[in-house]
């Protein structure tokens, strides 16, 4: 199998706020893991590639210090919101890459809102 | 620029309606393309993968086909568990990135 985990699924903070968004590959080691953002009725707009012990690479106009990735293990990364605001407000899914193939398999998302 | 294109962008069929969607692509050594569900306020969940032209992969009711220049999801006798937004991602040689380029997704809905 190749199940990921994401936790919280929903959270609502208040605007200046952090929260931290977990993804766990739970039956295989993951090297690369990868965040997504999707705004209702759009696709996936990936926001950065995480790589095991290693920096995250972000997209052409993620702010890497509003959004920080941390991969520590083979098994987890997490994204933090850093003082979040209301236009922070989407559904945020993760995804991890089973080597050898590229295949990228995808958490239940997590639902972020931000009065 | 890779880029992935599907059509229709919705696509409305009668329980027991066979239709295709369509997956055009633009990659540059393509490593693979992936077809995946999307249900609403969930994330993706894998179908298939293909590598090379005249490949075909069958599940259920789904069969996905990839030419050099594009991918078909071909769906027999639908039933309306299977309404759901199809997604289409490939992966190329690009700069040596692990990361897939995804169409915007068709939503299909199929009624009873």
């Known amino acids: 199998g190749a199940v990921v985990s994401q936790h919280p699924s929903w959270v609502i903070c208040k605007s200046g706020t952090s929260v931290k968004i977990e993804c766990r590959s739970l039956d295989f080691q993951a090297t690369t893991m990868f965040w997504y953002r999707q705004f209702p009725k759009q696709s996936l707009m990936l926001m950065a590639t995480s790589n095991e012990g290693s920096k995250a690479t972000y997209e052409q106009g993620v702010e890497k210090d509003k959004f920080l990735i941390n991969h520590a293990s083979l098994t987890l990364s997490t994204l933090t919101v850093t003082s979040a605001h209301p236009e922070d407000s989407s559904f945020y899914i993760c995804s991890a890459r089973k080597a050898p193939g590229l295949e990228q398999f995808f958490g239940p998302g997590t639902r972020l809102t931000v009065l | 620029e890779d880029q992935v294109t599907q059509s229709p962008e919705a696509l409305r069929l009668q329980e027991g309606e066979s239709s295709s969607l369509n997956c055009s692509y633009t990659?540059?050594?393509?490593?693979?393309l992936f077809w995946y569900r999307q249900d609403p306020g969930k994330g993706p969940e894998f179908l298939f993968t293909l590598y090379s032209a005249g490949e075909e992969k069958e599940k259920e009711r789904l069969k996905a086909t990839l030419t050099k220049k594009e991918s078909f999801l071909h769906i027999t006798a639908p039933k309306p568990e299977d309404s759901a937004t199809y997604l289409c991602a490939a992966g190329g040689t690009q700069g040596g990135s692990e990361k897939l380029v995804f169409g915007k997704g068709t939503k299909l809905t199929v009624n009873p």
């Open positions: 990659v540059s050594g393509l490593r693979g």
